[in-house]
């Protein structure tokens, strides 16, 4: 191995996401997913396949953007969840997996909703960095990407509301 090609591994070794072997993207998409009630609770518990669920209910359901990297010291991936009810406006919600038992784990989720900064309507990118996620927004309809990101930490997102209280 040449000087160059030691140094070219070393980079990559550093710069690529810092998840343990046993927390993948795959396992993510093809996990159960908490989804908000739109009303009161229950919440919805759904096994995506392949990123995607339908159903009579929820005719879509969709993980687009993805991130992963570490978190309170322990891998972890989010992604953003798109999904429709059936009547003319969709859901976003940003959910956090964890590994255990080999799987991945829906630890919690969370809304940005309106806090996206600079007019961004729905996640468009997802980064964690520095024991944060960074949110970053767009805006489909005046067709912008949004620079600034929405920075969060593990605290915002919450469990599951699988009983009515």
Known sequence: MTWVGAVLIAVTAVTAPQTAAGLTAEQARNAYV???????????????????????SIPFAEMRAMGSGSLDG??????????NTGGSGNWEIVALFREEGG?????????????????????????IRDNAVRLYGEDPLHGRTITTPLVVNVSVFAPCRLATR
């Not at 908490?34 to 009579?56: E, H, I, N, R, T």
């Not at 322990?74 to 999904?83: C, H, L, S």
């Open 103 to 127: 799987r991945a784990i829906n630890a919690g989720i969370y809304s940005p909703a309106a806090d996206l900064p600079d007019g961004g309507t729905m996640v468009g990118r997802i980064e």
């Open 34 to 56: 908490c989804l908000p009630s739109l009303a009161d609770p229950p919440d919805a518990m759904v096994l995506f396949q392949d990123g995607k669920y339908a159903s009579s």
């Open 74 to 83: 322990k891998p972890a991936i989010v992604a953003e969840v798109v999904w």
